[in-house]
C-alpha cells in the first residue's frame, strides 16, 4: 500500500473507530437504564391497579348492598300480599260460615214452628172451621 492509500483509508478509520466508540456507548448507557431499578413506575403502576381494583370491589359491594335492599322489600311487599290474602280469604270463610248458620237458624225456626202447630199448615183452614163450630 502507498502512502496515498494510507492516507486515504485514515479518515475511514477514523470514522469508523467513532462509530464503535458511539456504538459502546449507547449499548453500555442502555444497559445501565435497563439493569436500575424501577421502583417509581413499578409502584405508580402498581398502585393505580389496587385503586381500580378497590374501586370495582366498591362497586360491586354497592351493588350487591342496593340489590339486597331491593329483594328485601319486594319480599316484604310479597308476603303483606299473602297476609292480606289470607286475612280476605278467612273473612270470607266467617262471613260464608254466618251466613250458613243463620239459614241454618232460620230453617230450625221454620221446621221448629211446623212441628209445633197443632194442625198442619194445610189442614189449618178445616181446623178453623172446626173451632168456629164449637165456639157456637
Not at 413499578?42 to 378497590?54: D, K, M, Q, T, Y
Request: glycine letters at 2%; one cysteine or more.
Amino acid at each position: 500500500m502507498s502512502l496515498r492509500d494510507r492516507i486515504e483509508d485514515a479518515p475511514d478509520v477514523v470514522l469508523e473507530r467513532a462509530l464503535k466508540n458511539f456504538r459502546s456507548s449507547v449499548h453500555a448507557w442502555s444497559e445501565a437504564a435497563y439493569s436500575r431499578p424501577r421502583t417509581a413506575a413499578s409502584v405508580v403502576r402498581h398502585r393505580s391497579w389496587r385503586l381500580a381494583a378497590s374501586c370495582a370491589l366498591g362497586c360491586v359491594l354497592a351493588a350487591g348492598s342496593v340489590t339486597g335492599v331491593v329483594h328485601e322489600r319486594h319480599h316484604r311487599q310479597e308476603m303483606a300480599r299473602v297476609a292480606a290474602a289470607a286475612r280476605t280469604a278467612e273473612h270470607e270463610r266467617q262471613v260464608a260460615a254466618e251466613r250458613v248458620r243463620v239459614e241454618d237458624e232460620d230453617l230450625l225456626a221454620t221446621v221448629d214452628s211446623d212441628v209445633s202447630r197443632e194442625v198442619p199448615s194445610a189442614m189449618e183452614p178445616l181446623a178453623q172451621l172446626m173451632v168456629e163450630d164449637e165456639t157456637k
